[in-house]
Each structure stands twice: as C-alpha cells, then as structure tokens.
C-alpha cells in the first residue's frame, strides 16, 4: 500500500476523538532551556522574555530573525506562550491610553452600549469592542505613540507573518468578577461541538494558525486579581476545540493551569488553541483592565470589522508631524502604519484595479508609507486613498 494512503489517519474528529490520557502525555512535560535560549527566564514552564534586549537588537537583522524564530517554535509546538517584562516602559503612555478607553467606557455605558463576554457572565466585566479603531479615532496622536512599540509587530510577523491585522478589545474585570470557563480563542474556539465536526482534522490543525491572542496589562496583576489561567502544551492537542467543551477536559484545565503575575505594561503572547481562561478577580480593589488582542493573519478573515479606511485618514495628518518633527523614525512610523493600515492587497476588483506591477495591486499600507516618505499634503493623500477604496468596490 502506498505509505501516502493511511487509512487510520483520522480526517474527522468528534467527542469520541478526544482521550484525556493522550492529552496528559502531551501536556506533562517541561519546556527544555535550549528551547528558549533567547529567554531571560523560564517560570512555570513559560519564557519571559527582557522587552528592552529585543528592542536593543531591532536592528541587527539575524537576531530578530533568531528571536522571532525562537518565538514561532514556543508558540508552535513549545509551551504556546511567551511573555515579555516591560513591554511597555512608558508608564505615562499606559495611563493616558487606559484614560481615554475608560472614557469610552464610561460613554458606551451610559448608552447602554455594553455588549456580553464570550466565556463569562454577562455584567461581570467591562468591555469595549473595536477598541483599537475607538482609540484612533478618539486620539490618533495617542494611538500613533502606543503602536510605535516593536515589541507587537515583532511577535505578529514571527507567527502571523507580514500584513496582519490588529484588533483589541478591553477587558476590566471588577473585583470579584468571575473567571471565564476554559476555552480555546477564535477561529474554531467559537464554534460548537457540532459544527466542529463538519471540518476536516487539517482545518482544525490550520485554525490556530491564522490568529495571534495576546494581552498587555494596563495595571499591576497579581494572581490574586485574576490574570488569565494558562494550560501550556495544550495548544499540541489535536482535537482540542472539542475537548474544550468536555467537563473532563475543564476539570484537568482548573487542576493543571498556572497563572503568571503581570506589571503594568507586561504583554503576554500565545497561539490561540492554548486552553486558556480569565481567572477570578478576588482582590478588593483592583480592577484589572487589560488590552485583549487579537491579531489576524492577512490570509484569514479578523474578528471585528474596523474601518482602517476611517483609521488611516485620522493618523495620516498625526504622522506627517511626527516625521516633519522628527519625534518617530521611520522604523516607528512604518510600526504605526502596519497597525492601521490593511497590508493585504485582496480581494480586489481585478477588472479596474490590476496590477501595474508584480502580482498584486498596491495595499493601503503601501499607499500610505509612499504618503509618508514623500510628505504628500494631507489632501493629496485623501484623495488617493479615497480613489483606492472605490477601486475596491465591484462594477
């Protein structure tokens, strides 16, 4: 028989392809220091890594390409999660961003905005939805100064590759706010047990792949405040969209999860298919608020609608005085831009819009760092950038 045929490789998995005995194999294990040679330390089978040392080696193109390569393995068949101290060195920064959200929050309150949870109770926490698009456009100049950090577009490329897609959603969890139940993240995390088995193990094995989750923490997060719970390894599972529904599973989740204490402006990292929950919040008076985010490969479809047509038009005229001033390099700048801006050429109307050169007509990014570099005036921008939107549209 042709080794390329094996009829035992499963194709369809369900309830009965889930065995907590193999999931324990997997996740009993310990991460190997040479793993994470880069890291500064391993805590509880968790890199930590120094954000200052990856800032201070952005230019040295083989040890951000060591790093980032270190970091795909962690995040692919290591222990899926890394964590970097200090992420965020600006403390000011941090509290000026978390003043506008609770702004916001405080707004959509008001209205009645609110919207549910995922995997908690409705009420327990405070969300803000579309976070990033609601902060560009609320203070583009803020947005531009909190996006101008390496750490996010440095770990996004290690897993996702060029032209992602950031999206945040905030998260403040009051004290004596609930834990969520455990779960895996989106694409297959949303889904039920019956939909799940409608595709093939390979898509359950590619879902993962197309979405970066991570979180920076907008305050101090002892565990005693609920950090998020993580099961590392749990990510290697194969059928564990499924599992994730099972109390077998959820049970070993509570007994085997470690939770890591987080600084204001620590960022945590990890491949979405890690078992993972926010915990409890059993302080008295901290209201943990974190920037949840999901980051969505160019090959795949975003969590959220976010209008970056919108988004790019506000920042446009913020970044043209930080280059003219020079308080950005252009680094920093191209930073901002990727964080706004659809790097992703497609779809497209190939009829009007073909490509002059190359495969692929030009992205919003490009159109706005050609802007940038060329210090167009803001009108002579938006009009361009309008006329590309219309040739996006179908005739």
Avoid at 314 to 324: D, F, G, N, Q
């Amino acid at each position: 028989m042709d080794q390329r045929l094996n009829a035992n490789d499963t194709v369809w998995l369900d309830a009965e392809s889930c065995s907590i005995d193999a999931f324990r194999q997997l996740v009993e294990v310990e991460t190997p220091p040479e793993m994470v040679p880069l890291a500064m330390e391993l805590s509880s089978n968790i890199p930590l890594y120094d954000a200052a040392s990856v800032k201070g080696v952005r230019e040295d193109r083989d040890g951000v390409m060591a790093l980032m390569a270190e970091w795909n393995r962690v995040l692919d068949s290591g222990p899926g999660i890394v964590v970097f101290r200090r992420a965020y060195d600006d403390a000011a920064l941090i509290d000026d961003v978390t003043g506008v959200l609770e702004t916001i929050i405080a707004e959509e309150e008001a209205q009645m905005a609110g919207s549910g949870d995922h995997f908690a109770p409705a009420g327990a926490n405070s969300r803000v939805w579309n976070a990033h698009e609601k902060l560009c456009m609320a203070n583009p100049h803020l947005f531009a100064r909190y996006n101008a950090n390496p750490i996010i577009p440095l770990i996004s490329r290690a897993w996702l590759g060029p032209h992602y897609q950031i999206t945040t959603q905030v998260n403040v969890v009051r004290p004596g706010g609930k834990a969520q139940t455990c779960h895996r993240d989106y694409h297959m995390g949303f889904q039920g047990a019956d939909d799940l088995a409608l595709y093939p193990a390979r898509v359950h094995e590619l879902s993962p792949f197309l979405t970066l989750q991570g979180a920076v923490a907008h305050c101090d997060m002892p565990v005693s405040s609920g950090p998020t719970k993580l099961l590392p390894f749990s990510q290697t599972y194969r059928s564990g969209y499924i599992a994730t529904l099972q109390d077998e599973f959820r049970d070993y989740f509570e007994d085997h999860c470690v939770q890591l204490p987080l600084e204001k402006g620590d960022a945590v990292f990890f491949n979405p298919a890690v078992f993972h929950a926010a915990g409890e919040n059993r302080s008295v008076d901290i209201h943990r608020f974190a920037n949840l985010m999901q980051i969505g490969s160019g090959y795949g479809r975003s969590i959220e609608i976010v209008d970056r047509l919108r988004m790019s038009r506000a920042l446009y005229p913020v970044l043209l005085r930080l280059k003219t001033s020079d308080a950005m390099n252009v680094a920093e700048l191209v930073d901002v831009i990727a964080a706004c801006a659809e790097g992703y050429p497609f779809p497209a109307n190939l009829d009007i819009d073909s490509p002059l050169t190359g495969m692929a007509p030009e992205s919003q990014q490009q159109l706005m760092n050609q802007a940038l570099a060329e210090s167009w005036p803001v009108e002579r921008f938006d009009k361009a950038l309008q006329a590309q939107a219309d040739r996006k549209r179908s005739h």
